[in-house]
């Protein structure tokens, strides 16, 4: 008697054979996922809580030192500094971090007076503004 292959031994064999294809393309893949997971341990996460949060704020509570916001800038090109969004998150270099206590919104509000408080510089290329004289200048030779 003459014995063939019917379709469902075959359904079984070429199934078997595409999972374990599957599981074993499924374990190089994991091997990578693990070293992304290394990767992300070496910054410090903060999520923009509130409007107003700026990269030299964040420095500040994190680092220390407001100058640290454009090594934050260089950390996070996928984000616009300028505008930081509520949600955003900003990666902070563990080295960098001082203070891993999430920012209080006190914070923002005290921040914010100190820029207020700084005097402005006034430019020296720049012209005084003309005094305002209230009696009237007739135009041409004096």
């Known amino acids: 008697m003459k014995r063939t292959l019917s379709f469902f031994p075959l359904f079984l064999l070429f199934a078997g054979i595409f999972c374990f294809a599957c599981l074993t393309g499924c374990a190089m893949f994991g091997d990578k996922g693990g070293q992304a ?14 409007p107003g949060e700026t990269l030299p704020m964040i420095a500040q509570w994190y680092t220390g030192n407001k100058d640290n916001g454009k090594i934050l800038a260089k950390t996070n090109p996928d984000i616009a500094a300028e505008h930081l969004a509520v949600g955003d998150q900003v990666r902070i270099p563990l080295e960098l971090v001082k203070n891993n206590k999430s920012m209080p919104k006190e ?8 820029d207020r408080a700084a005097p402005k510089k006034s430019s020296s290329k720049t012209k005084p503004a003309p005094e305002k004289k209230d009696e009237f200048q007739p135009y041409g030779p004096k």
Do not use: G, I, P, R
Not at 37 to 50: F, I, L, R
Not at 107 to 114: Q, R, V, Y
């Open 37 to 50: 997971e290394e990767a992300k341990q070496d910054v410090y996460v903060h999520t923009v809580e509130w």
């Open 107 to 114: 914070f923002l509000s005290t921040f914010s007076a100190k």
